[in-house]
């Protein structure tokens, strides 16, 4: 029940909705740019179909794409618990350092909310990307490529599905599935 409420909690958030967005429509380019190949023409013809269908009216699609990359568990794996923002430093760029180890990687991204003084941090700020790419420091400490505006306190950063993740597990990973293809095909 705690993994179902997490994954609706995922695909609701407007941060993974904007990745998944991107990973669907870069899908769809991806399919509607394939020669037959190896496939039938009917899994052909379902790929192209779709293709077509998300790449004139992506939001129409973007439900659904992600609810089912939330699903995924890998993607559902990559994401952590928030973890409490001791301070960020006033650079470019910002370096952030948590109250408890962050459990973050070089090239793992992250969401920040509630951060108070170098609130250019936060990404919930309008022009702001939905997450930032964290450089790992130290098992405290981390950088965002932002040009901060003050030293700042409090908040979370919570780890995120990376995009490679998003892509990967996501979008292509359910195309068939979502295209009407099956075993028969």
Not at 69 to 90: E, K, L, Q, R, Y
Not at 104 to 129: E, F, K, L, Q, Y
Not at 165 to 184: M, S, V
Request: hydrophobic share 45%; charged share 10%.
């Amino acid at each position: 029940m705690a993994q179902m409420c997490q994954q609706a909690a995922l695909a609701a958030s407007q941060a993974f909705r904007d990745r998944v967005y991107v990973a669907m429509v870069s899908a769809g380019i991806s399919v509607a740019n394939e020669a037959v190949g190896a496939m039938t023409s009917s899994v052909y013809q379902k790929r192209q179909t779709l293709a077509l269908a998300v790449l004139s009216n992506p939001l129409a699609f973007l439900e659904r794409f992600a609810i089912g990359a939330a699903s995924n568990s890998t993607i559902g794996g990559d994401i952590s618990a928030p973890v409490v923002i001791s301070s960020s430093t006033n650079a470019n760029p910002s370096v952030i350092t948590t109250a408890a180890a962050h459990g973050m990687a070089t090239g793992d991204a992250v969401v920040i909310a509630g951060h108070t003084t170098n609130t250019a941090i936060n990404n919930s700020n309008p022009g702001n990307p939905s997450s930032w790419t964290v450089t790992s420091l130290t098992t405290t400490t981390f950088s965002i490529p932002v040009a901060a505006n003050g030293a700042g306190t409090g908040g979370t950063s919570t780890r995120q599905p990376t995009d490679a993740n998003i892509t990967n597990f996501g979008p292509f990973a359910q195309w068939d599935k979502f295209a009407g293809r099956t075993a028969l095909d």
